[in-house]
């Protein structure tokens, strides 16, 4: 299977709470990526030389790198606080792995990583919807952690997770048993609209069109079916939003829906005023002093506290822990550590991650692989816009696995076209060239 599969397997299955399960003085999720580290130090050194180039997920990652190995060298506080504002910077590493791994695989050992993902999905709409609609069952549930209980929800994340599950079911449909993965995926919707995360909703709705899309194109490309197919999908989520509880939070930001009780709306315009606020404020900071705005603050310091930012968000109570330490939108995350040199660097990794998805979409995907990496990268992405989530293991390690095996699936693919291009190319010159002589 693709190094990397395990800790992502093991990050959907029990999401924030399983990230915190500690082994020893690290975490889970610590562990098992040095496992991964590992086993492709050992594969490398065991399997024989590969022919043919190998491609790399692309110079934004190692930029991303440098720019955060560069940041903690020059830490001169307390290092344990800067290496944990680090860690989701430094997850990118993986992208490595799982793109080097992908090209290396076989299709049986590609297949072997879909089931593993494929079953952690699943374990994790098992435990979600008895802690969703069994919420007294959850409560009896013993505590992994000081900040985490076994089957406790990250409602964001959670309900992106059920998206990709019900993306993934659709696409499976081309397999055959139409009706047990029809099944899944309307099961997986179920405590998605159940649970009141805008956030999650935006990502689990996205994950149901793109899948849609890849599922009803002819041989995999897009068509006027698929357009039509999806169009169909939009109107049937227009139709159940209102009438569920994520939907009625999503309507309600604007404070103009009629469906939604007084008190959903007030919450919901609440928590965006609050928002707003916080991240006016980390820009203010940012912008207000050259040197930040053009490498940022680094790692170890609270650009929360010092901008005032956190104060509207822990009013809300969005982050009880141990301090606001994010804005709650990760690309201002990046613009306050990193300034506008580490936020070009993420805007060229996540422009290039859209143009692959936007032509994985329209040109089909070769593989099931491929298809349940697109659901998860835009899944992440966008709850990571509204929330603390690619600034947490839970959501940077599936995010930056999922990144590796796209950018270097592309340009594989890409190489390869372009190689037996060429190959029929030479021939017919060749031809031309004798009959000249």
């Known amino acids: 299977m693709i190094a990397g599969v395990v800790v992502v397997a093991v990050l959907l299955t029990g999401s924030r709470w399983i990230s915190y399960v500690p082994v020893g003085p690290l975490y889970i999720s610590d562990v098992l990526m040095c496992a991964a580290f590992l086993r492709v130090a050992c594969s490398r050194s065991d399997s024989p030389k590969r022919t043919g180039r190998t491609h790399g997920p692309g110079i934004q990652v190692g ?86 209980r076994m089957m406790g929800i990250r409602t ?84 159940v939003l209102p009438i569920t509880p994520g939907g009625q939070r999503l309507l309600a930001t604007d ?71 994010s804005p709650h939108n990760f690309l201002l995350t990046v613009l306050a550590r990193l300034g506008f040199a580490g936020l070009t660097v993420v805007a060229a990794l996540i422009a290039a991650l859209l143009v692959v998805v936007v032509q994985t979409v329209r040109s089909g995907p070769p593989d099931e692989l491929t298809s349940l990496c697109v659901l998860l990268v835009l899944s992440i992405f966008i709850v990571a816009l509204l929330g603390v ?16 095996i796209l950018l270097a699936g592309h340009r594989s693919r890409r190489d390869r076209r372009r190689r037996e291009s060429e190959e029929k190319i030479l021939p017919r010159t060749a031809r031309v060239t004798a009959g000249v002589g």
């Open 63 to 148: 930029l991303l790198l440098l720019m955060t190995a560069l940041h903690l060298l020059a830490v001169q506080a307390d290092v344990r606080l800067a290496a944990r504002d680090a860690a989701p910077f430094a997850y990118a590493a993986i992208t490595y792995f799982s793109a080097s791994a992908y090209q290396r695989a076989s299709d049986h050992g590609r297949a072997r990583t879909v089931q593993l993902l494929h079953g952690g999905l699943l374990l994790h709409f098992g435990w979600l919807a008895v802690a969703t609609f069994v919420p007294e069952f959850a409560a009896m549930m013993p505590q992994v952690s000081v900040n985490a």
């Open 255 to 325: 404070g103009g829906s009629a469906t939604a009780p007084r008190e959903v709306v007030e919450g919901a315009v609440g928590t965006k005023r609050a928002r707003f606020t916080a991240w006016n404020r980390v820009m203010t900071y940012t912008l207000d002093d050259p040197v930040r705005a053009s490498i940022g603050v680094g790692f170890g310091t609270n650009f929360m506290a010092l901008s005032r930012a956190d104060l509207p968000l822990r009013g809300r109570g969005e982050d009880k822990a141990d301090g606001v330490r």
């Open 156 to 239: 964001d994340f959670d309900v992106a997770v059920l998206g990709v599950l019900a993306g993934m079911s659709i696409v499976r449909m081309r397999r055959g048993r139409v009706w047990l993965h029809a099944t899944v995926a309307t099961a997986a919707l179920v405590p998605a609209f159940a649970l009141p995360s805008r956030a999650g909703i935006l990502a689990c709705c996205t994950c149901v069109l793109v899948a849609v899309l890849l599922r009803s194109g002819k041989g995999g490309r897009l068509n006027v079916r698929a357009v039509l197919a999806a169009t169909a999908a939009i109107l049937a989520l227009v139709a």
């Open 389 to 404: 989530v690619l600034e947490s293991p839970f959501g940077a390690v599936p995010f930056f696995w999922a990144a590796g």
